[in-house]
Nanobody
């Protein structure tokens, strides 16, 4: 199972970016997905998460109202729409998936990370 991210880059403050995370490989189901970020010198933190096939979402307080997480179940792809970006959003963004390989056999995978840089 692999997670491949795309969509990072350099943007000015106030701008927008959309990140994508495609899950490939053999698995029974995706139980939860999320986006995390890690800025230099800081711990990795949860930005946004999806569970129950996309029915339940959670956001870090710092991104509420600006970021939107979504999922295309048919494509096994998760997105993070980031609007009104701020310099403090600068970080490496990682996608995470918690999957069922088989009944009662679980796996967690991380993407390779994509750099998001917001200039002031």
């Amino acid at each position: 199972v692999q997670l491949v991210e795309s969509g990072g880059g350099l943007v000015q403050a106030g701008g927008s970016l959309r990140l994508s995370c495609a899950v490939s490989g053999s698995f029974l189901s995706i139980n939860a997905m999320g986006w995390y970020r890690q800025a230099p010198g800081k711990q990795r933190e949860l930005v946004a998460g999806l569970t129950n096939g996309g029915g339940t979402t959670t956001y870090a307080d710092s991104v509420k109202g600006r970021f939107t997480i979504s999922r295309d179940n048919a494509k096994n792809t998760m997105y993070l729409q980031m609007n009104s970006l701020k310099p403090e959003d600068t970080a490496v963004y990682y996608c995470n998936a918690k999957l069922s390989l088989r009944i009662l056999e679980f796996l967690e995978r991380w993407g390779q990370g994509t750099q998001v840089t917001v200039s002031s």
